[in-house]
Structure formats: C-alpha cells, structure tokens
C-alpha cells in the first residue's frame, strides 16, 4: 500500500495535537513507518518563521503572513513531506493548506481566488485524509488560556476565531470525502475513538 499523507486541522485548542499519539498507535500496531510533522515549523528556517508568526510583538499585514505560511509550507514538503512519502512513510502533519484557506482565507478576510492560484503555483500536494476537529470557539480557546501566555493568533477577538471555523466548516462541506469532521466537544475517548474509525478507513 501506498503511504498516506494525513493532516489535522481545526481553530486553537480543538485536540489536534491530542490525537496524534492515538493515530502514532495504530500506526505501530500495523507495523507502518510514520512521521509526525507540523505547520508553521517542520525546518529550521521553519521554526525561524514559526517564532517571527506567532509573536504577539510580530507587526505584519495579513499578505506577508500568507506568504510566510507559504514559504514555510513550501519548505516543508521539498524537505520532509515527499521525501517522506516517497520513501514509504506515512506523514502526519498537525496543520497543511487548509490552515491557510481557514486562518489567511477566513480569518483574515484575504481573496480566496489568491490563495487557491499561489498554492496551485506551489504545486502542493492534496492529502489523502484530513481531520477536522471541530468545536464552538468559545470552549476552544477555554482550553488554550488554561495554558498560559497566548500567542499572536489566540489573542485574536472571538470573531476572527468563528471566521476561521467558518471557513473550516465550508472547506470540509465542499470536500466531503478527504476532510472529515470530528466533534471535538465530545470527551477525550469518545474523540480518540472517532480518530481511529476514520484513519481505519484508509487501509
Ligand atoms: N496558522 C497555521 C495559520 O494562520 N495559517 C497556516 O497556514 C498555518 C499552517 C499555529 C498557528 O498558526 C496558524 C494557526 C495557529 O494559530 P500552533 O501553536 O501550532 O500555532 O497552534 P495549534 O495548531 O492551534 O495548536 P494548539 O495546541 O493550540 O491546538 P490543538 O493541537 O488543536 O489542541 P491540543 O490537542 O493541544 O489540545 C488543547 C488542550 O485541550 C485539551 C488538551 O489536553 C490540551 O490541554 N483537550 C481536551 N480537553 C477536553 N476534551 C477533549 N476532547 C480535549 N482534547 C484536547
């Protein structure tokens, strides 16, 4: 079989994160190589443009964060992505594109025609699942101040948050059978369980 490319996707807090560990272990149990990955900060230069992203004290327009989500994305898949899959190995990546149609697309109000031409131009490539872990903001970023310091992103008002559910929302509606949704107001075992039903599909 062919290896997979798996993103996670869902607005701050949402259990992304979370459920790597439960895919990392199915993964093992059928003996399939895997790596966990991430956006922004797969790279070096990655983790570079991670820090300029997320400071709050980061003072760009929304045009020239795209284009530094790109770069990263970019990056990400010449360095680990298709070295990855084309040796073998599943790749898990907690955010992908769609990061970008939700977050540049429906958070930060840029034209979507934009993006979908720069990313075709990038010639990424699609993912073969993608779960979307979805929930009302509201208990999302409950989750997110538990944690402490808030980065450039969570310390947007609620609205730029519901924006980029929104989005999210309409990506899976228009694309039903790659992205699935996954109630992420459900309790840890109930949303692990769904986690697993749906990466079992893809054996
Ligand atoms: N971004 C990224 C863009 O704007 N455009 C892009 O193109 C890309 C790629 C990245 C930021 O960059 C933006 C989006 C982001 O704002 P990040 O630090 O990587 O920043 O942020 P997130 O990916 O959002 O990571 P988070 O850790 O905030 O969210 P997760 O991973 O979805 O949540 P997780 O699993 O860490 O869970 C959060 C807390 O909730 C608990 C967990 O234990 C944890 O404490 N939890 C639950 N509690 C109760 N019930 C459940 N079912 C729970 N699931 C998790």
Known sequence: ???KFITLEGIEGSGKTTSIKSINNLLEQKKIRYINTREPGASSM???LREILLNPNTNI???VELLLMLADRKDHVEKTILPNLLNDTWVISDRFMDSSIAYQGGGRQLDLSMINSLATYLNLPTPDSTLLFDLPVEIALERTKKRGKLDRFEKEEIEFHNRVRDAYLELAND???????IDGTQNLEQVQAKVIENINQLF
């Open 1 to 3: 079989m062919r290896a």
């Open 46 to 48: 990655g983790n570079e």
């Open 61 to 63: 327009s929304s045009e």
């Open 175 to 181: 694309n039903p059978d790659r992205i699935k949704v």
